[in-house]
């Protein structure tokens, strides 16, 4: 006789019966089962079997989405707050070596006036930087590509006795970012607005960075020369947005300039340092300084580089230094004329040398007791970010590294995915593009960044993009040409850019299908600068071993430092000895004299190169 089989038994989740916390729990993003069932008293074991009854299969060391861990605790009936990895021992980190920083910081008696700190915002082309150039009599406006800013500099000037600190912001759109940091440390903001243009898009947008500032805010009015300019139309447009002027029986200054004429700018300078006095700026320059890095990068020679507004203190050169996992020790001050100086007062801004790696822009910049201080703070948040970075999810296969790919697999009714390898000449720029390429997503395209870095794309950059099937995309760099061969040889697209709308623009047609014809560079020469020498009434002339390819008189030419762009024309002399010729080939020795540059170092690198049409299939 047979014997009876026992039913099957159907799992269900039957928790534990431990109490859940009656306090709200605090649980880092990417926490897993491990980390997630003691804090609310029950086992990785719950968790993994909780999930698995709802279709999810994890480990007990796999990190967890938000989704995932607001079900467990919704389901026990825990209430739970969700941090960014690293908040806790932040925290914990401040109040361990700051704290009594930031209690002298608050000693009314140590409270000195300090200057006002003045962002200018704006909407792109209505001439926030030619404003600067009036104030500060210097040409910022010539150096720029396409004419618009794109990084934050900051300047100091005097206006009637009174010391004021600018910080110009980007007017793209695309640096939104960027204009909210200014904001973020700014005592007053100047918002200029064309006269002929009226209120535009990044005008609303900057006045809503201001107001979540709760900063004064000055309007200018420019460009009132111009004969289409309605200053009225303007104050109106501004009033709808809650800007009423002074002369309308509101509470906001409005001046009227012309930075092209030079109009209005004594006037707009003298209501900025009334209202300076009327604010009382104050702080310590006796505490520890801090400060908040605007910008920074990795400068040839200098190492990494950052644009620092100090906010309290006094910054002195010697200083122990942390700025996010960058620390180090103040090397070098360098002010905004490019000046050495020994020490930068509150409200003064400053280029940083002495960092270990580039800070980012935003980081909080703090002098600390010592150097093994800043070494301990600035090692233990790089550990935390590297090991945030272990539990990202890895890029799947499957994607064409090619942007003429990605419309071809729209067609076909595929999910694309373009992958990047981002490189760009400063932290703040590489912060602006990842955001704008990221806002070009739709449901047919999906962008992964493979790896985003500050600096020109090298051989690493090409054998990363040719493992992950991926785009190389440069915003102010360029590759070398072992980068280029590597590419070449593994059939990897770089795309090099100087201009961010232009950028924009080529990646979007991309993802729509519209990429029309364009021109492809194809690089013809490459020498080396080993030695310069100054001629008398005809300036530098660099003489340079030509490493690849054949260097042509009048050609165009790039000039890299480090693969970063300072320069671009055109050849006006080449010589071989005492021979003017038309053209060296690899292998030789020549005299290369530029248009107009003569900031020529031993190690740079002249690039030359043809623009050629290649239609689109």
């Not at 970012?177 to 947008?205: F, N």
């Not at 047609?509 to 364009?518: C, D, F, I, N, S």
């Not at 010729?581 to 020795?589: A, L, P, S, T």
Request: include cysteine.
């Amino acid at each position: 006789m047979q014997e009876e089989l026992e039913p099957i038994q159907v799992a269900t989740y039957t928790p534990s019966n431990a109490p859940v916390p009656d306090s709200e729990v605090i649980i880092e993003r990417g926490s897993t089962p491990q980390e997630l069932g003691p804090k609310l008293n029950r086992s990785a074991g719950d968790v993994i079997r909780f999930l698995f009854l709802q279709g999810e299969v994890v480990t007990a060391a796999q990190s967890l989405s938000d989704d995932m861990i607001e079900l467990f605790a919704a389901e026990l009936g825990a209430r739970i707050k969700l941090v960014d990895p690293g908040e806790e021992q932040e925290a914990a980190l401040q109040a361990r070596y700051f704290s009594e920083d930031d209690e002298e910081d608050a000693d009314e008696g140590l409270l000195r006036p300090r200057p006002p700190v003045v962002t200018v915002m704006g909407h792109v082309d209505h001439g926030k930087t030619l404003l600067l150039d009036r104030i500060r009599s210097s040409n910022v406006v010539a150096s720029e590509a396409g004419g618009i800013t794109q990084h934050i500099g900051a300047y100091q000037v005097e206006a009637d006795g009174h010391l004021i600190t600018f910080i110009d912001t980007p007017g793209h759109e695309a640096f939104t970012a960027m204009r909210a940091r200014g904001a973020e440390v700014t005592d007053i903001v100047v918002l200029v607005v064309a006269a002929d243009d009226g209120v535009m898009p990044q005008t609303i947008e900057a006045i809503n960075h201001a107001k979540a500032a709760e900063v004064p805010i000055v309007v200018a009015v420019n460009k009132i020369d111009r004969e289409d300019a309605d200053p009225n139309r303007v104050l109106q447009q501004l009033s709808e947005h809650g800007l009423v002027p002074e002369a309308w029986g509101g509470d906001t200054i409005a001046v009227e300039v012309s930075a092209l004429q030079n109009l209005g700018v004594d006037d707009l300078l003298e209501h900025l340092a009334a209202l300076a006095e009327v604010l009382e700026l104050r702080a310590s320059p006796e505490s520890r300084a801090r400060g908040t890095v605007l910008e920074a990068n990795l400068d040839i020679g200098r190492g990494p580089v950052a644009t620092v507004i100090v906010q309290n203190g006094t910054l002195r050169v010697g200083d122990p230094i942390v700025a996010g996992p960058a620390w180090g020790r103040v090397k070098a001050l360098i002010d905004d004329r490019g000046d050495q100086v020994k020490e930068a007062q509150p409200s003064t801004p400053v280029q940083v040398l002495g960092l270990s790696e580039p800070a980012a822009a935003g980081d909080e910049l703090r002098v600390t007791s010592d150097l093994s201080v800043a070494r301990t703070i600035g090692e233990s948040r790089e550990q935390r970010i590297r090991f945030a970075g272990y539990g990202q999810v890895p890029v799947a296969p499957g994607a064409g590294a090619k942007l003429e790919d990605i419309f071809e697999q729209i067609q076909r009714g595929e999910n694309a995915t373009l992958r990047i390898v981002l490189k760009a000449d400063t932290q703040g720029s590489l912060e602006a593009v990842t955001e704008s390429l990221r806002k070009l997503e739709r449901d047919e395209v999906k962008i992964a960044f493979v790896h985003r870095a500050v600096g020109g794309i090298t051989e690493y950059d090409a054998t990363l993009a040719a493992a992950s099937n991926a785009t190389i995309i440069g915003f102010n760099v360029r590759p070398d040409r072992r980068a280029r061969e590597l590419a070449a040889v593994h059939d990897v697209e770089i795309r090099t850019y100087e201009i961010i709308y232009k950028l924009l623009e080529d990646i979007e047609a991309a993802m729509v299908g519209m990429l029309a014809p364009t021109f492809e560079e194809v690089v013809t020469g490459e020498a080396e600068v080993r030695e310069v020498f100054r001629v008398p009434r005809v300036g530098a002339v660099a003489g340079c071993y030509v490493r690849n390819g054949t260097i042509t008189r009048g050609s165009k030419v790039r000039f890299l430092r480090d693969g970063v762009v300072i320069w671009k024309g055109a050849i006006s002399s080449l010589r071989r000895f005492k021979d003017d010729v038309r053209e060296v080939h690899e292998g030789f020795e020549c005299g290369v004299g530029l248009t107009d540059f003569q900031d020529l170092h031993a190690g740079d690198i002249i690039e030359t190169f043809d623009e050629r049409e290649v239609p689109r299939s």
